[in-house]
């Protein structure tokens, strides 16, 4: 009898759960999840660029027992990384963020609800006890801006994460071919890919409806008055500046967050106004196209702030040894996005305590091979810069 490759059993890394993602979702859906902006060189470059960059290995240093725990933000993590917000969740499977949530509660790890998810902050507040992120983007309506923290304040959360590298949509030309948008407005060739996966159309109109439970109460996107892309470029103020956040971080008073920062400059001004962390990112490659990676910037950035700040990155980490390149550079913990999203979409919950079960086996096996027995020990030493071959 022939083994069938699709399982999750199967699924061994990034690239595999990728495969399994991709024959179980609509081809838009897929394509939601996989694209970026423009050409996507800065979603390809956000995993190569991680090849510059040599570990130096120490030996003989004892390390039967490795410990991976982290604090980042006020929080205690089992291991370095952590599951950033994303949005629409229950789109690639009907758990959704309920599935991320317990997968990251048995990792004992911070998983992030975003103003975009389809489940509430408050349920997933009350289901679990790991650190959890509230997401949210900056609105031309300060009450509303107001409001969904104050909500959050109430539900308990720990961290309050602001992205600001998404004042408009990215360019991502992948979902105009397909006419991907909530509510859905398909093209006639979106609308058969949906045809021919019927087991998610099955799953999809068998659960609950599908809402977005943060901002229902506010904006009506799911009676079809505001896109998801019109509630970029409508709804979101572009006008934001560092006074309007420094007005946020006074009003939360707690762990505040600034997703999307790259340059020194700017993680000198969150410090500035009081943020308690930051996390170099570039959005995956999903808004601007062009833009440096995270990893490349990171070393500038921590050597800068990192005293000061608690510096985080995220963006093409694929595999345990990009984690460790990370830290060595600077970084506090990294983000996960596309890295649980295609385990969910491809297993739900399953799908996801694997991938990060096999993303903490990886570090873990890495460390020992590194002579590393606890994160701190990792440091600018074990890593080299890989100048281009003339």
């Given amino acids: 009898m022939t083994t069938n490759p699709w399982r999750l059993s199967h699924c061994h890394n990034f690239s595999d759960f990728r495969k399994l993602a991709q024959r ?5 859906i897929f394509n939601y999840i996989d694209g970026a902006a423009d050409d996507e060189t800065t979603y390809r470059r956000n995993t190569s660029a991680f090849d510059a960059f040599d570990l130096v290995p120490n030996v003989l240093r004892g390390v039967e027992n490795v410990d991976l725990s982290v604090t980042v933000m ?34 004992e790890t911070m998983f992030g609800v975003s103003s975009l998810g389809t489940v509430s902050l408050e349920e997933l507040r009350q289901r679990h006890a790991n650190p959890q992120i509230y997401q949210f983007y900056f609105h031309r309506d ?9 909500r959050a304040k109430e539900a308990g959360i720990d961290v309050m994460m602001l992205t600001v ?18 509510p859905f407005r398909l093209t006639v060739g979106g609308m ?48 934001m500046t560092w006074d309007d956040v420094a007005e946020m971080v006074d009003l939360w008073d707690g762990q505040f967050c600034l997703k999307g920062v790259m340059a020194v400059e700017d993680a000198r001004r969150a410090v500035d106004i009081g943020c308690t962390g930051i996390v170099l990112s570039n959005h995956g490659g999903r808004q601007l196209d062009g833009s440096r990676t995270a990893i490349d910037q990171l070393a500038e950035v921590a050597d800068a702030v990192g005293d000061e700040i608690d510096v985080m990155m995220d963006g093409g980490i694929q595999r345990g040894t990009h984690v460790l390149k990370a830290l060595s ?13 295609f385990p969910l979409a ?25 002579g590393c027995r606890s994160i701190d020990e990792l440091s600018p030493a074990n890593i080299k810069f890989r ?3 003339r």
Avoid at 93 to 103: I, L, N
Avoid at 143 to 148: C, H, Y
């Fill in 24 to 28: 179980r979702l609509p081809g838009p």
């Fill in 74 to 107: 006020g929080q205690r993590l089992a291991v370095p990384f952590y599951c950033s917000p994303t949005a629409l969740q229950r789109l690639f499977h009907h758990d959704g963020e309920r599935a991320v949530a317990a997968a990251a509660d048995k990792a």
């Fill in 142 to 150: 300060r009450g509303l801006n107001r409001a969904m923290m104050q």
């Fill in 165 to 182: 590298d998404s004042i408009t949509g990215g360019n991502r030309e992948r979902d105009l071919r397909t006419g991907f948008s909530i």
């Fill in 192 to 239: 058969l890919q949906f045809a021919l996966k019927p087991r998610w159309g099955l799953n999809y109109v068998t659960h609950e409806p599908f809402t977005l439970p943060q901002l229902d109460d506010h904006i009506d996107l799911g009676g079809g008055a505001v896109s998801i892309g019109r509630y970029f470029t409508e709804l979101l103020d572009p006008s």
């Fill in 329 to 341: 550079l600077g970084a506090k913990a990294v983000g996960l996005g596309r890295g649980y999203l």
């Fill in 346 to 370: 491809a297993a739900g919950r399953r799908g996801v305590e694997r991938a990060l079960g096999l993303m903490r086996t990886e570090i873990e096996r890495d460390m020992k091979l590194m």
């Fill in 387 to 389: 100048e281009p071959h």
